[in-house]
């Protein structure tokens, strides 16, 4: 999606209407280039490939196919230690008043009860570019303008370039390990999934990833996903990169019950606190109570207002405002049924001390112990 204040150029602001202006309408029957800057077109009855070239002047052309597109010329070239020069991609949902034919969004997280996705790349050497899925989520189902929130998951990084942010843990999802980075754009919050080598092709569920970001407190299930993206972002060169193939649903209705971590019983929390004038230290011991193994765990809860956490032991925690994720290491993921595992931190404290409330393990309530 277009970003306009990543990409430090007046470019960027140009208004919507100007979008739909260049839009091709359509299905496309054959082969179709397109080299205008927010050009689109339809493909299969159901996607729309756009060539969203926001952050230069020079050419950019791509050719939809029937089954996806191809950057056939990509004259742009911007530094690596900023935005690049365009998002050519293919895409489900709304994306500045373009919506793709058919879509049902934007359509609210807690509807959502999967979201299948399928892709092909072909990857070409020599250039500067990430190879995103751009998933866009926001507190209203708008369909114009930027969300708040924007998921990006790396398949592939070729050259010095970097997600936007820095790193704050990492993640198991897709059946893969992924680096997580977070930060800020100056327009819309970020997270970003970094892949450690090259993925040509992946089939996943989108939801996987949306309910991780959830889980560290970026969004709620009250939110709406506006939109799926998946193509490139080019700093330098990039002809002959391509989506060869896409598929993308989002289903709705009612969510397939998921069993709390570890089978029936869930978890429970034993939480102890140490306070003075101005910090504090915490004990944080959890206790599977289900029968069933929990392999990999993520704990999410809220801080009371005036606490900050500065270090932490046996857990990768970070904080976001209030909102703090826990996630197991190495040799502390694994709960057998009955097991304990703690982790601990220390923080500083401004006001009255006051222990949190409520926590969740992998996104299920947990009770109090």
């Not at 799926?228 to 896409?246: D, H, K, R, S, Y």
Request: glycine share 12%.
């Amino acid at each position: 999606m277009k970003r306009p204040l990543r990409a430090l150029a007046a470019v960027g602001l140009l208004a919507a209407g100007s979008i739909a202006a260049v839009a091709l309408g359509g299905p496309a029957s054959a082969d179709t280039l397109i080299c205008e800057q927010y050009g689109s077109t339809v493909i299969g009855g159901k996607y729309v490939v756009q060539n969203n070239r926001w952050g230069t002047t020079a050419q950019q052309c791509i050719n939809a196919t029937s089954t996806g597109f191809e950057i056939i010329t990509q004259n742009g070239s911007s530094p690596t230690n900023g935005a690049p020069t365009a998002y050519p991609s293919i895409f489900v949902g709304c994306h500045y008043t373009n919506c793709s034919p058919g879509t049902n969004l934007p359509v609210q997280v807690s509807r959502i009860s999967s979201a299948p996705s399928s892709i092909n790349y072909r990857y070409v050497s020599g250039a500067t570019y990430n190879a995103s899925y751009d998933i866009w989520l926001d507190p209203s189902p708008k369909r114009d303008g930027v969300n708040q929130m924007e998921i990006m998951i790396w398949l592939n990084r070729q050259g010095s370039i970097q997600p936007i942010g820095s790193p704050v843990g990492t993640a198991n999802i897709a059946g893969r390990s992924w680096e997580v980075w977070r930060g800020s754009n100056g327009s819309n919050n970020v997270i970003s999934y970094l892949s450690p080598s090259a993925i040509p092709s992946l089939s996943f569920n989108v939801l996987d990833f949306i309910n991780d970001t959830r889980n560290r407190g970026a969004i709620t299930n009250s939110w709406y996903l506006t939109s799926i993206q998946a193509g490139f972002e080019p700093w330098q060169g990039g002809a002959g990169l391509a989506v060869t193939n896409f598929s993308q649903s989002v289903n709705t209705g009612t969510p397939p019950t998921t069993p709390p971590p570890g089978g029936t019983g869930g978890c429970a929390v034993k939480y102890t606190s140490n306070s003075w004038n101005n910090g504090f230290t915490a004990d944080v011991q959890v206790t599977n109570t289900g029968s069933s193994t929990i392999n990999g765990w993520t704990m999410a809860y809220n801080l009371p207002a005036g606490q900050q956490i500065t270090s932490a032991w046996n857990a990768t925690v970070t904080q976001s405002g209030s909102a703090v994720t826990a996630r197991n290491i190495s040799h502390n993921g694994t709960i057998a049924p009955g097991a304990t595992v703690s982790f601990g931190y220390q923080g500083s404290l401004s006001g009255t001390y006051s222990s949190p409330t409520s926590f969740t393990l992998n996104g299920q309530s947990c009770t109090r112990s």
